[in-house]
C-alpha cells in the first residue's frame, strides 16, 4: 500500500497538502481561491478608483497599508492556528492589554526600551495561557479563547480604567507613523514584510509547516506519524499572542495613546480576510499570498466605504457578511471537488 499523505509530511516529503497535483499547473495556480482573492482585490480598486474622485492615489495607499498593518501582523500566525483546526478569539484583547501594559511601563518611567519588552512578554504569557489550555487540558480553542478573550479585556480595563496614556519618545510615535517613501509607504510594511516572509517560510518550507497542515487533516494521524501536535499547537498560541503584542505596541505609538479599548474587535478583521484568503476552517488547508489578499481586500472594501460616507456600522455589517461568504464558498468549492471526481468516474462507466 502507498504512504498516505500523512506519512510523507512527518516522513519530510515535499508534497503540499494544499496542491492537486492531478490538475496541470496552471489550473493550480489560477483555479483556487487564493488567485480568486488577488484578482477580486485587483478589480475592486480598479472600480474603486474610477467611482470615486480623489481616491487614486499613493496617498490612498500609504493610509490603506498604515490601516491594515496590524490586521497583516496577526494574520498569518492565526491562519497556522486555523490551519491544525483550532482557532484564537483572543487576539485583539491581546493587542488591548499590550497596549495597557506598554502605557503603563511607559507612564511608570521604565523606559521605552523597558516598555516594549514587557509589553512583548505580556503578549507571549497570554499566548502561552491559551496553548497550555488547549493542549495540556484538552479544553476546545473556541471556548477557551472566548473566555481569555474576556478575561484579557478585564485586565487591560482594570489596569487602566478610563485613563489613557499619550505621552511617548516623539522618535518611536514618528516611527511608527513615518513612511520610508515619503506619502507612499509607511515604515511599519518593512516589520510586516519581515513577519508575513519569517511565517512564510515556516509555514511552506519547513517540516515544522508540513506538520501543521498534518495536524489539521488529521490529528490523530498526524500524532501517530510522530508529528508532536502538542508542541506544535503551543508554539502557535504562542507566536500568535507574540505578535498581537507587536500589533498593540504599533497601534499604541501609531495613535499616541494606550486606552484599554485598543484592538476591540480586531479579531473580526483578523478572522475574516483569513478565512476569505481560503484557509479552511475545518482545518488542513491555507496560503500565505491568499491570507495577505483577503487581508488587502478586506482593508480596500472598508477604504473605500469609508471614503464614499458609509459609517463604521456600514463597514461592520458588510465584514460580516464577507466572513460568512467566506465560510460559504470554502464548504462549497470542497462539495464540488468532491463531486467533480464521482462524475467523472459515473462518466467513465457510461
Not at 512527518?10 to 489550473?27: F, L, M, Q, S
Not at 499613493?58 to 483546526?85: H, M, Q, R
Not at 479563547?145 to 514618528?174: C, D, E, H, K, Q
Not at 464548504?331 to 463531486?339: D, E, N, P, V
Request: with cysteine; net charge positive; charged share 10%.
Amino acid at each position: 500500500m502507498s504512504e498516505s499523505v500523512i506519512d510523507k509530511l512527518a516522513a519530510g516529503d515535499h508534497a503540499r497538502t494544499y496542491a492537486n497535483y492531478d490538475r496541470p499547473a496552471w489550473r493550480r495556480i489560477l483555479l483556487n481561491q487564493e488567485s480568486f482573492v488577488v484578482l477580486l482585490l485587483i478589480a475592486f480598486y480598479i472600480v474603486s478608483c474610477v467611482a470615486l474622485p480623489n481616491y487614486a492615489g499613493p496617498t490612498t495607499i500609504d493610509f490603506l497599508l498604515l490601516n491594515i498593518a496590524p490586521f497583516l501582523i496577526i494574520a498569518v500566525p492565526e491562519a497556522l492556528v486555523i490551519i491544525t483546526g483550532e482557532i484564537d478569539l483572543s487576539v485583539g484583547s491581546i493587542v488591548g492589554l499590550s497596549s495597557a501594559a506598554l502605557g503603563l511601563a511607559v507612564h511608570a518611567h521604565l523606559g521605552i526600551g523597558a516598555a516594549i519588552v514587557i509589553s512583548l512578554v505580556v503578549g507571549l504569557l497570554c499566548g502561552a495561557v491559551n496553548g497550555l489550555l488547549v493542549t495540556l487540558l484538552g479544553l476546545p480553542s473556541l471556548a477557551v479563547t472566548i473566555g481569555t478573550l474576556a478575561l484579557y479585556r478585564g485586565l487591560a480595563v482594570g489596569l487602566l480604567g478610563t485613563n489613557a496614556y499619550s505621552t511617548f519618545p516623539a522618535f518611536w510615535t514618528s516611527l511608527a507613523g513615518g513612511d520610508v517613501i515619503p506619502g507612499a509607504i509607511p515604515t511599519i510594511t518593512v516589520l510586516v514584510v519581515v513577519l508575513i516572509a519569517i511565517f512564510a517560510v515556516l509555514l511552506h518550507f519547513t517540516p515544522f509547516g508540513r506538520g501543521i497542515f498534518a495536524i489539521g487533516l488529521g490529528k490523530d494521524a498526524a500524532l501517530f506519524s510522530g508529528i508532536r501536535v502538542g508542541r506544535t499547537k503551543l508554539l502557535l498560541f504562542v507566536f500568535t499572542g507574540f505578535v498581537s503584542a507587536i500589533a498593540g505596541i504599533y497601534l499604541t505609538l501609531q495613535t499616541t495613546t494606550a486606552v484599554s479599548s485598543n484592538g476591540l474587535g480586531l479579531e473580526l478583521d483578523v478572522i475574516a480576510p483569513v478565512l476569505l484568503g481560503g484557509v479552511s476552517v475545518f482545518g488542513g488547508k491555507g496560503a500565505v499570498p491568499g491570507i495577505i489578499g483577503g487581508v488587502l481586500l478586506i482593508g480596500l472594501i472598508q477604504s473605500a466605504l469609508s471614503f464614499a460616507g458609509v459609517n463604521s456600522d456600514g463597514v461592520t455589517v458588510v465584514t460580516g457578511a464577507l466572513l460568512i461568504a467566506s465560510v460559504i464558498s470554502t464548504t462549497i468549492l470542497a462539495w464540488a471537488r468532491r463531486r467533480r471526481p464521482s462524475a467523472r468516474s459515473r462518466t467513465t462507466g457510461a
